[in-house]
């Protein structure tokens, strides 16, 4: 069409639908060429990767870093952070704990630009699971330095807010959540009472069937795909 070639509009009728049919032949030696080899074809770029490297955010997340200030009274509340893979049960671990011991946990419901998901048949709320936001909001709040951290993963953005901890620390209870190893990393470089947990699932198949079961049917395959190659690599 005319927005990949500007030519394409001034073509007379006949050429266009000569170069239409070439076209057209080419997507079907294409998709003949992987159906033939096995091999899985991604043609299309992720809209979210598209709109993050919009906003410009990838560069302003990768250089982030909080106020000193904000971060004092953070450094006086006990942390506690599950880490681990997509998959490997960190919300049912959270969950359990805040169950059995209500009094002493107080979860930290991170910011993320995901779309709410189902899990174990309920669908997921904003402010219980995440705060779900849009990009123009994280963007805000980098530029206030709201977040300790943010990071993106799976081409969405997720960030841990410094009100979430002072909220537990006004409770007088340790704050609990849930990070990627990258997340983690970071933590350490701030130097605050941070307790890290790391979770792996019992084998390999299990993790499967558990992402199969998490997200078949609710997100792209092509989301799933990049999901399992960025666990594999954590």
């Known amino acids: 069409n005319g927005a990949v070639n500007p030519a394409f509009d001034e073509m007379s009728p006949q050429r266009k639908n000569k170069q239409t049919k070439r ?23 992720d809209i979210n990767d598209l709109k993050i490297a919009e906003y410009g955010l990838k560069d302003k997340i990768a250089a982030y870093h909080p106020a000193t200030e904000a971060l004092d009274p953070v450094r006086q509340t006990p942390i506690l ?15 359990r704990l805040m169950a059995l011991h209500p009094q002493e946990y107080r979860h930290i419901v991170s910011h993320t630009t995901r779309k709410p998901r189902e899990n174990h048949g309920v669908m997921e709320r904003d402010g219980v699971n995440y705060h779900f936001v849009d990009l123009p909001t994280i963007d805000r709040m980098l530029d206030e330095q709201a977040f300790i951290e943010s990071k993106t993963y799976a081409d969405n953005v997720y960030g ?10 006004t409770e007088g209870k340790i704050a609990l959540g849930d990070l990627t190893v990258d997340g983690a990393d970071e933590y350490a470089e701030f130097d605050l009472n941070v307790k890290n947990v790391f979770l792996l699932p019992p084998s390999y198949e299990v993790w499967q069937e558990r ?24």
């Open 23 to 45: 076209f057209a032949k080419y997507i079907v030696e294409f998709f003949a060429m992987a159906l033939e080899t096995g091999y899985v074809w991604f043609i299309t770029k």
């Open 81 to 95: 952070f599950l880490v681990g893979i997509s998959g490997a049960g960190k919300n049912t671990v959270l969950q």
């Open 160 to 169: 841990t807010s410094i009100a979430e901890i002072k909220k537990a620390q």
């Open 211 to 234: 992402l199969l079961a998490r997200y078949e049917g609710n997100v792209h395959q092509h989301d799933l795909y990049k999901r399992t190659k960025t666990a594999l690599a954590e």
